[in-house]
């Protein structure tokens, strides 16, 4: 079992719905039923405009840590359980929560009123994939530096590897031992996201110059 190293200070939070906790939560004996329930819940939550759905290749099997089959048993489970609406419309299956708001968005879908295109919002939220931001942004993505990655994200978060990644290609330091002095300073001095932002010339002598000096590639 990997140990989970713990929350980060700048994690973004979702609501459950208290029936889920007095109710589905007591019933569910099925981890992948589970899963999906839970993985919909948080991405629905972040989600603005009418069409708050799913499909099922919209199941990040990597965050979930399912195959497949797994997420489609999952899903199928969850269905017949009533969590999920499962609704229909010409070629396109999209699931929806069984609550006031997804059933009437469910039913208006079927319908053909209410589509993906005109109804759905960007979410509010997108987890950087820090794997691609690397590769494309730093260099190679080697087994050393894909591990050392994983490791930044869950120290952390995914956002501040992203925004460390971001300075790194802003001031011409495309190192991970940069991205990670940033990273330290960060947790030990505070993150001073105005200050960075602000004076991006001065936020490169604070690091190159500092302690750190001796990890960062000149």
């Known amino acids: 079992m990997k140990t989970f190293k713990g929350f980060t200070d700048s994690e973004s939070f979702t609501q459950l719905p208290d029936t889920f906790f007095h109710q589905l939560l007591n019933q569910i004996d099925n981890a992948e039923e589970l899963k999906v329930t839970l993985y919909i819940l948080w991405r629905v939550e972040h989600i603005e405009g009418p069409f708050r759905a799913l499909q099922e290749s919209d199941f990040d099997a990597k965050e979930l840590g399912l ?9 199928r489970e969850a269905v017949k359980r009533g969590s999920l609406l499962e609704a229909r419309h010409q070629e396109d299956v999209f699931y929806f929560l069984n609550s006031p708001r997804g059933r009437a968005a469910a039913e208006a879908f079927t319908q053909g009123r209410l589509s993906k295109a005109a109804g759905m919002s960007p979410p509010l939220f997108e987890r950087p994939n820090i794997f691609r931001l690397y590769e494309e942004n730093i260099g190679p993505l080697t087994p050393l530096i894909a591990d050392a990655l994983k490791d930044a994200e869950e120290t952390y978060s995914a956002e501040w590897v992203a925004e460390t990644i971001g ?3 802003r001031n011409n330091k495309r190192s991970w031992r940069y991205c990670e002095a940033i990273l330290k300073r960060w947790k030990e001095e505070g ?5 960075d932002r602000r004076d991006p010339e001065k936020d490169r002598d604070k690091y190159i110059k500092g302690e750190y000096a001796d990890y960062i590639e000149h």
């Open 67 to 75: 195959t497949t089959d797994g997420i489609r048993s999952g899903i």
């Open 167 to 169: 300075l790194a290609v």
């Open 191 to 195: 993150r001073g996201e105005k200050q």
